[in-house]
C-alpha cells in the first residue's frame, strides 16, 4: 500500500485530486466509495472522514478533507510538476479561484440535488432547483471575464487552478448553463479533456 490513499466516488469533486496525483507522478491507491449504497455514511467511511464527504485523502500525516487542501498537498509534495505557481501573487489568485470554485459554485451546484442540506421541508426543493441555472450561468459568466488570463487560468502555465476549475465547469451544461455564450470556458474544456492526466482519471469515473 502506498503512502497517499484517495477515497472518490464518481461524479464528484474528488476527480480533481485523482487528476492532480496523477500530473504530480505520485505513487497513490484509490478506495472508490459507493454512494449507491451510501457508504459514505457508514462507519467504516465515517471513520476516514467524519464529514461523510469524498475526497478524503490519508496521509502519512493523518487525512485530508477539503478539495484544495488536498491539491496544494500534492503540490508541495511534488514541486517538480510545477501545480503552484512560485509568485506571490500569482499563487494568491491561484486561492482565490479555490475559495469562489468551493464556496460559491460548488454550493450553488448542489442545490440541484441537495436541498436537504439548507431545508427539512421537500417543498422547498424545487425552489432551489429552479435557481441553479441562473446562478450557475452568472457563475460561468464570472469566470469566463475574470478567471482565464490566458488558455490557462494563470495565463500560459498549467496549474492546479486548471485541474479544479475544469473538475467544476464540467457540471456547467448539466446545470442548464448555456455554454456557447462562454467560447472561451468552453475551449478551456476541450483543452483540458484531451490532457493525458485528465483522460487517464475521466477513463475510470465513466
Do not use: C
Request: charge should be negative.
Amino acid at each position: 500500500m502506498s503512502d497517499l490513499r484517495l477515497h472518490l466516488a464518481k461524479g464528484t469533486v474528488a476527480l480533481a485530486p485523482h487528476i492532480a496525483l496523477i500530473e504530480a507522478g505520485a505513487t497513490f491507491d484509490l478506495v472508490w466509495v459507493d454512494f449507491a449504497s451510501a457508504a459514505q455514511t457508514k462507519p467504516d467511511y465515517l471513520a476516514v472522514n467524519p464529514k461523510g464527504r469524498v475526497p478524503a485523502l490519508e496521509t502519512p500525516n493523518g487525512v485530508l478533507t477539503e478539495t484544495a487542501a488536498m491539491l496544494n498537498y500534492i503540490s508541495a509534495l511534488h514541486p517538480a510538476a510545477g501545480l503552484t505557481p512560485d509568485d506571490i501573487w500569482t499563487r494568491a489568485k491561484m486561492e482565490e479561484l479555490f475559495l469562489f470554485l468551493a464556496a460559491t459554485v460548488h454550493i450553488n451546484h448542489a442545490h440541484k440535488m441537495r436541498g436537504h442540506r439548507w431545508s427539512d421541508d421537500p417543498t422547498t426543493y424545487p425552489a432551489m432547483q429552479a435557481k441553479v441555472a441562473q446562478n450557475i450561468t452568472e457563475n460561468a459568466a464570472l469566470v469566463e471575464r475574470d478567471y482565464l488570463a490566458g488558455p490557462y487560468v494563470l495565463g500560459d502555465a498549467f496549474s492546479n487552478a486548471d485541474i479544479y476549475l475544469f473538475t467544476i465547469a464540467r457540471w456547467f451544461a448539466g446545470d442548464g448553463a448555456d455554454m456557447s455564450a462562454f467560447p472561451r470556458l468552453d475551449a478551456f474544456l476541450d483543452m483540458m479533456s484531451a490532457r493525458p492526466s485528465v483522460e487517464t482519471a475521466l477513463a475510470m469515473h465513466i
